[in-house]
């Protein structure tokens, strides 16, 4: 059985940063392009990251390029999103997303991340 939890969010001040673990069981978690989403209240659920199967391969949304990073460690089933310099529209709840070789997606509950002084 599929299962994704994440973990990491909060509430930070403007500027500051935050690390988001997606932590996955249940599948061979190496095989699996993963990816974050956020959605943010009245809006609709928008890709922030995407990392391949090996890494080797990361796209991200216009909007938080050069200030977020994924990452995963494929030993330890997690994915990782790295957020620096934390801006008040980046307020959200935040998706983990694993898509198997057959384009088959898995979600995980989301962890909530307030921007505000």
């Known amino acids: 059985q599929v299962q994704l939890v994440e973990s990491g969010g909060g509430l930070v001040q403007p500027g500051g940063s935050l690390r988001l673990s997606c932590a996955a069981s249940g599948f061979t978690f190496s095989l699996y392009a993963m990816s974050w989403y956020r959605q943010a209240p009245g809006k609709e659920r928008e890709l922030v990251a995407r990392i391949s199967s090996v890494g080797g391969s990361r796209n991200y949304a216009r909007s938080v390029k050069g200030r977020f990073t994924i990452s995963r460690d494929n030993a330890k089933n997690t994915v990782y999103l790295q957020m620096n310099s934390l801006k008040p529209e980046d307020t959200a709840d935040y998706y983990c997303?694993?898509?198997?070789?057959?384009?088959?997606?898995?979600w995980g509950q989301g962890t909530q991340v307030t921007v505000s002084s």
């Open positions: 997303k694993a898509t198997s070789p057959e384009y088959t997606d898995y």
